[in-house]
């Protein structure tokens, strides 16, 4: 596997729904080159894109692999990707280093959920695409159909390339000139046919169809040689946007004479080689052993061991040139999504958008003592995947995994296992609630102590209200009942009180202190007197001010298909939610704005995903804090209570 020149090189990323064959094509890609000498399976755990050890165990792809196959002197990079939708991370990682995407499909399945998100994805990215229906081998299959079903759906710009007409229409309708020769009837020269495919492909204006049998061999060839011919080259793509020292917008263009500027799409933990940073080749020439500059950590890095990446295998890569994707090894201060430049000429390519995550699970060691240690192997596999999110609820003390579904954080939990040592358990997520009052009360603290030596004595008379703000603080004290100097320690004696209040321990909010009076001693008061003595008039303020409890209430935006539509509501209103509005969607379903209590939606994804055949998704964030129903609020404080009688 040589260096290969810029104009020899296609970038393409393999995408699709789960099962639709996508590392089985590959296989019989490399068998058709003469690569390997038999046909790996997935259930065989020998396949050369899905090598690693937790892919071999499943029985499916978890990380987007690089395969390259040489054809005709030209070799295509083959981007691999997950088909199961909690890995969506990875298909946009793959999409940032490819000009095109072939969304592989199953002929006796048809157009599936993953069809469409693969779709989708390109769109986003403003990537040219390909549709290859694999598995015509299978019994009971009319292709014919499955490509009828495409057109259907996704439109005109489908055609297959054996349909002289339609993709002379297609081809028509790139470019004012050849629209004007296709109406006066005039054929085009093969020139005019072979630019005006590429222009149609490139802009997206024209999908190609293929066909093949991967597990037979079946016209993979001809597969092969369409992506030849009609993949955009790497040095054709236009300007990439990217931003300067300054942070001023520029654009790098693909130059081989340029600066270096390398995207480093994705990073790989190699159990023996260490970090492993996938990196696409944007601008200039990478040479073994020079170095380089990290824009974001602002640290110099040297290109020790750099090798082009075949599953697992690997190969020297002394020269590597502009337009191909590369693998460096222990690059140190290097993470996914980052730049490597000129010190000279900076250059900062947007990094990696990953999903927001839409499932949370609280986790914790199954041995108390392994914290840190889980801890450290959760950011080390966070370096490799930053698809997946930790967070630790200051409020709360529980360590939170975010990411896209059960699957995406079984698959961390197993990580961390296999590689940290470290198992976790997963348990019931807490919600931070709060406490407040909806009445007044009017209360004396008093705090006496008398043990032989000094003694202390603090008494006050403080009024509670409900308040605007988190806490108001105020005092009207006349005659001198209580020295001024005490004031701030009445103050800080309920601020403390407010971390914990009096009906189930929660942080207490909203709330107007107003202290009128009191009393003290000469000797005995002090001011840890009188903050002992305020926490006492808070206890019992609140328990006489109507005290309820509050709980968070998040803001959701649902991405709905029209067919769902009242199977979501219905749900919604279970959750304790509310329907605020929807709009309908340029291409076809709604979006529903509501608002539901966050302990009804701990597992949303997973039912969301369920009720819409993973067709629907959406967004949530904090909104405001609404009182518990009565009934929700004893359960909660009768917990807190059992939970504080068994300590």
Known sequence: MKGYKSENIRNVALVGHGGCGKTTFLEAALLATGVISRLGKVEDGNTVSDYDKMEIEKGYSISASLVPVEYNKVKINFVDTPGFFDFAGEVNSAMRAVEAAVILVDASAGIQVGTEKAWNSCKEFGTP??????????????????????????????????????????????????????????????????????????????VP?????????????????????????????EAYEAKNDSDEDIEIKVDPAGAPAVFIFKTIADPFLGKISLGKVISGTLKAGQEIYNARAEKAEKLGSMFFMRGKSQEEAPVVEVGDIVAIAKLQFTKTGDTLCEKANIVKFPPVKFPAPSLYLAVEPADKGDDEKMGTGLNKLMEEDPSFVLERNVETHQ??????????????????????????????????????IKGNSDVQGKHKKQSGGAGQYGDVHIRFSPAEEEFEFSEELFGGSIPKNYVPAVEKGLRESME???????KVVNIKAVLYDGSYHDVDSN????????????????????PCLLEPVMKLEIVVPDDYMGDVM??????RGKILGMEPLAGGGQ?????????????????????????????????RYEEVPAQIAQKIIAEHQAEQESK
């Open 570 to 575: 219905g749900d919604m209103n279970k959750r």
């Open 209 to 237: 169809v293929m066909t093949c049998s991967a597990i037979k061999g079946e016209g993979i060839e001809d597969v092969l040689q369409n992506l030849v011919n009609l993949v955009p080259l790497a040095t054709a793509h």
């Open 527 to 546: 001011e840890m007197a009188f903050k002992i003595a305020a926490s006492l008039a808070f206890k019992k303020g609140v328990v006489e001010a109507k």
């Open 129 to 206: 695409k390909f549709f290859l229906i694999n598995k015509t081998d299978k019994e009971n299959v009319d292709v014919d159909k499955t490509i009828d079903e495409l057109k259907a759906k996704f439109g005109t710009s489908v055609v297959t390339l054996d349909d002289k007409d339609a993709l002379t229409e297609a081809i028509a309708e790139t470019d004012e000139e050849l629209m004007e020769k296709f109406f006066s009837g005039e054929d085009f020269t093969d020139e005019e046919f072979n630019r005006g495919l590429s222009q149609g492909i490139g802009a997206g204006d024209i």
């Open 399 to 436: 360590t939170l995994l975010g990411g896209q579904g059960e699957i995406q954080l079984n698959i961390v939990a197993s990580k961390l296992k296999d590689k940290f040592g470290v198992a976790v358990t997963t348990v019931p997520q807490k919600i931070a609630y709060r406490e407040t």
């Open 591 to 623: 979006k529903l704005m509501a608002e539901a209590p966050q302990a009804e939606l701990f597992d949303y994804a997973i039912v969301l995903r369920s009720m819409t055949q993973a067709r629907g998704s959406f967004s949530m964030a904090f909104e």
């Open 500 to 506: 914990k209040g009096p009906l189930a321990g929660y």
